[in-house]
């Protein structure tokens, strides 16, 4: 599952990821950091379900952090969307496709949140979230 952590000025100065990684022993792979010593936001991608992930997530919020449960990474707006597929090939893991519509489909399991299509859009119709 891929979840979004907000820092605040508190919580950005404490080493609150490699805590919970070492109490729970989960696998976590860092899609995205912007940290500052003052707040910062990171996406992460935590390789568990169920109560394992449960636990995860009481953890993160008990130690101060906004937890925010990503179901897509990317934002398609669908009236500034003209289909011109600008933002397929750069796609490093190939999650942005046409669907049978030819309307764009992002494949949220590839989606790695890096934002190269947000910068490919002529358009600014595709935003990440
Ligand atoms: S954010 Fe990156 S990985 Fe996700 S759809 Fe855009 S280019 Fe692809
Ligand atoms: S680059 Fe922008 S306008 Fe073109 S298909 Fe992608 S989201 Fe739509």
Excluded: W
Excluded at 55 to 61: C, G, I, K, P, V
Aim: glycine share 6%.
């Amino acid at each position: 599952m891929k979840i979004k952590l907000r820092y605040s000025h508190e919580a950005a100065s404490k080493p609150i990821l490699a805590e919970v990684i070492l109490k729970t022993g989960l696998l976590i792979n860092i899609l995205e950091a912007r940290l500052t010593p003052k707040e910062g936001e990171m996406v992460i991608d935590v390789a568990t379900q169920g109560s394992a992930l449960k636990d995860a997530l009481e953890h993160l919020r008990a130690s101060g952090l906004e937890v925010i449960e990503l179901r897509s990474l990317v934002e398609v707006d669908r009236v500034l969307c003209i289909s011109c597929g600008a933002c397929i090939s750069p796609c490093p893991p190939k999650a942005i496709s046409f669907d049978q519509n030819l309307d764009i489909e992002v494949d949220v399991k590839r989606c790695i949140g890096c934002g190269i299509c947000v910068r490919a859009c002529p358009r600014k119709a595709i935003r990440l979230i």
